[in-house]
């Protein structure tokens, strides 16, 4: 059965060449286009979609005021905006948002996305419904890229948090980083395992560059890492793998 999507950007240009590019798939029917958030919202209400795709800055009600307005809450709402910010990332996230996708954006990645979120929950071992487990788990990685000060606009955000999602799931993935868990990374999203090493290893650069080392020593409440001291793609995976093991034990 396809996911009902609606669109609500004041770019009418990108909200039919989004509509054009779901039109030629099979699994995803869009059912509205809103140019203003007022708009987004009546239709909202009258078609209970699975997806939104919500721009922040739209004549009469914004981005985040339709979050806020919103009551139903099982529609899966994808944030897209240039204003790719922390600041913004952050607010999307605590207004309900799932994701944030920087624009300008390709098309084909969105709708991996758009995937990967619709997926079917897989059963997990003592633990509560995982549907609620992978969204807590997501916005716990998000709220710690946000912390470390990776953004959400570049390659290596999505490849990261898909990282430590495999190696929280299985744990011993990550001594087979280069065999398994890069390739398999590649292979959801497209593209070359060596392309994956070097966006990972730029979003922990970009977060040791940003001087944010402090913050990352606050996450795991020792002094671990140094302004000189960058860790190894493998390393750091790691570390927020096992912080959050910790946290959900």
């Not at 609500?8 to 958030?37: H, T």
């Not at 430590?164 to 395992?193: C, E, F, G, H, V």
Request: glycine share 4%.
């Amino acid at each position: 059965m396809n996911k009902s999507l609606i669109i609500a950007d004041d770019n009418i240009a990108l909200c039919n060449s989004l509509k054009e590019f779901f039109d030629s798939q099979e699994s995803i029917d869009v059912v509205g286009i809103a140019s203003n958030g007022t708009r987004a919202l009546e239709l909202i209400e009258s078609t209970n979609p699975d997806f939104l795709l919500l721009d922040i800055v739209m004549p009469e009600l914004d981005g985040f005021g339709v979050l806020a307005a919103m009551e139903n809450k099982k529609t899966i709402v994808v944030m897209m905006s240039q204003l790719a910010t922390d600041g913004f990332v952050q607010k999307s996230m605590q207004y309900g948002a799932t994701y944030f996708l920087a624009k300008p954006f390709d098309f084909n990645r969105l709708l991996n996305l758009l995937s990967e979120l619709s997926a079917p929950a897989q059963p997990a071992p003592k633990a509560a419904p995982v549907s609620k487990r992978n969204r807590s788990l997501d916005e716990k990685i998000t709220n710690l890229f946000i912390s470390v000060g990776i953004p959400a606009h570049i390659k290596g955000y999505q490849f990261l948090r898909e990282a430590i999602k495999m190696t929280i799931d299985t744990p011993d993935i990550i001594n087979s980083i280069t065999k398994r868990l890069y390739p398999q990374i590649a292979d959801r999203y497209q593209t070359s395992p060596s392309k994956v090493e070097r966006a990972i290893r730029h979003a922990i650069e970009v977060a040791w560059n940003r001087g944010k080392i402090e913050n990352i020593n606050n996450i795991f409440g020792i002094k671990i890492y140094s302004p000189n001291e960058k860790p190894t793609n493998g390393e750091f995976i790691a570390l927020i793998a096992d912080k959050l093991l910790l946290e959900s034990a």
